[in-house]
C-alpha cells in the first residue's frame, strides 16, 4: 500500500512512497472515495510516474497550476518512454515544456485552430528524435482520446 499525497481525480494521485519519495500514479477509480492520507490498493496501479528529484516535485506543482492531469502524465509518459528505450537524457525543464506545448497544441485541435506545421521533414537527421514523436503522438492519441483518423491532418 502507498499513501496518498494527493487526488488530481478518480483515475490519479500524488503517492508518497517513503524516504521522501513520490509518484503520480494512474489506474481507472484508483483515487474514487480515497482522500489524502489514504492508502491505495497497489493493485489497481496501470501507470506509475516517478518524481526522483525535487526539481520534477517542483514541476509537477508548477504544472499542476494551469495543465490537466491527463496532458501532464501523457508528457510524463513519453519522456519516460525516451529516457528508458533510447536512454535519452532531458533536462527536468523538458516537462514543462512539454506539457505546456501538447496543452497548447490539443487546445487548438479541439477548438479546429490548429495548423499544419510549417517544419520541415528532418526525420532523417533526426531519426531517434522522429521516433520518440512518433511514438508520443500515439500516447497523446490513447490518452487524450484524439481520433487519430480525425488528426491525420495535424502534426501535434
Same mark, same amino acid.
Given at each position: 500500500?502507498?499513501?496518498?499525497?494527493?487526488?488530481?481525480?478518480?483515475? *490519479?494521485?500524488?503517492?508518497?512512497?517513503?524516504?521522501?519519495?513520490?509518484?503520480?500514479? /494512474?489506474?481507472?477509480?484508483?483515487?474514487?472515495?480515497?482522500?489524502?492520507? *489514504?492508502?491505495?490498493?497497489?493493485?489497481?496501479?496501470?501507470?506509475?510516474?516517478?518524481?526522483?528529484?525535487?526539481?520534477? @516535485?517542483?514541476?509537477?506543482?508548477?504544472?499542476? /497550476?494551469?495543465? &490537466?492531469?491527463?496532458?501532464?502524465?501523457?508528457?510524463?509518459?513519453?519522456?519516460?518512454?525516451?529516457? @528508458?528505450?533510447?536512454?535519452y537524457d532531458v533536462?527536468?525543464?523538458?516537462?514543462?515544456?512539454?506539457?505546456?506545448?501538447?496543452?497548447?497544441?490539443?487546445?487548438?485541435?479541439?477548438?479546429?485552430?490548429?495548423?499544419?506545421?510549417?517544419? &520541415?521533414?528532418?526525420?532523417?537527421?533526426?531519426?531517434?528524435?522522429?521516433?520518440?514523436?512518433?511514438?508520443?503522438?500515439?500516447?497523446?492519441?490513447?490518452?487524450?482520446?484524439?481520433? &487519430?483518423?480525425?488528426?491525420?491532418?495535424?502534426?501535434?
Amino acid at each position: 500500500m502507498v499513501e496518498i499525497a494527493q487526488i488530481f481525480n478518480n483515475n *490519479s494521485a500524488l503517492v508518497n512512497l517513503g524516504n521522501q519519495k513520490q509518484a503520480i500514479v /494512474k489506474g481507472k477509480g484508483i483515487a474514487f472515495n480515497k482522500s489524502k492520507g *489514504s492508502n491505495l490498493d497497489t493493485n489497481k496501479i496501470e501507470k506509475l510516474f516517478y518524481l526522483n528529484t525535487k526539481g520534477s @516535485q517542483e514541476n509537477l506543482f508548477f504544472l499542476m /497550476k494551469d495543465i &490537466p492531469i491527463d496532458v501532464v502524465t501523457t508528457t510524463y509518459e513519453i519522456i519516460d518512454y525516451a529516457k @528508458q528505450k533510447f536512454n535519452y537524457d532531458v533536462l527536468d525543464f523538458v516537462y514543462i515544456t512539454l506539457s505546456d506545448h501538447i496543452f497548447g497544441s490539443y487546445q487548438r485541435f479541439l477548438s479546429d485552430t490548429y495548423h499544419e506545421s510549417l517544419v &520541415p521533414d528532418m526525420s532523417n537527421q533526426y531519426t531517434t528524435e522522429y521516433l520518440i514523436a512518433s511514438h508520443g503522438l500515439d500516447v497523446i492519441n490513447n490518452n487524450l482520446e484524439i481520433n &487519430p483518423q480525425v488528426a491525420s491532418k495535424y502534426v501535434l
